[in-house]
């Protein structure tokens, strides 16, 4: 079974970092891609940066310059550095995973989310 579980939120103050990461497990293949969403209630989910397994990135325009979104291949462990976190950083944060099987067929996956809240 498939799991990707985020861990590393919380309540930080405005200009401080957190650093959050995603462990994924259960995954039989490989993983293509590997990406760090938000969602605030009322909003849509937006995408705030994604690693392709070359080491490819991309962000969102909001983050960039603040974030950086990294990857252990060996350990498919995904981690997201957040520095100069503002009040609109705060939602709930996913981990998200493009998988392939062996045999060619692909996935997707979440993870069950974790809460940064930017405030004083």
């Known amino acids: 079974q498939v799991q990707l579980v985020e861990s590393g939120g919380g309540l930080v103050q405005p200009g401080g970092s957190l650093r959050l990461s995603c462990a994924a497990s259960?995954?039989?293949?490989?993983?293509?891609?590997m990406g760090w969403y938000r969602q605030v209630p009322g909003k849509q989910r937006e995408l705030v940066a994604r690693?392709?397994?070359?080491?490819?990135?991309n962000y969102a325009d909001s983050v960039k310059g603040r974030f950086t979104i990294s990857r252990d291949n060996a350990e498919n462990t995904m981690y997201l550095q957040m520095n100069s976190l503002k009040p609109e950083d705060t939602a709930l944060y996913y981990c998200?995973?493009?998988?392939?099987?062996?045999?060619?067929?692909?996935?997707?996956?979440w993870g069950q989310g974790t809460q940064v809240t930017v405030s004083s």
């Open positions: 259960g995954i039989i293949g490989r993983i293509l891609a």
């Open positions: 998200n995973a493009d998988t392939q099987t062996y045999w060619g067929a692909p996935n997707n996956y």
């Open positions: 690693i392709m397994s070359g080491g490819t990135t």
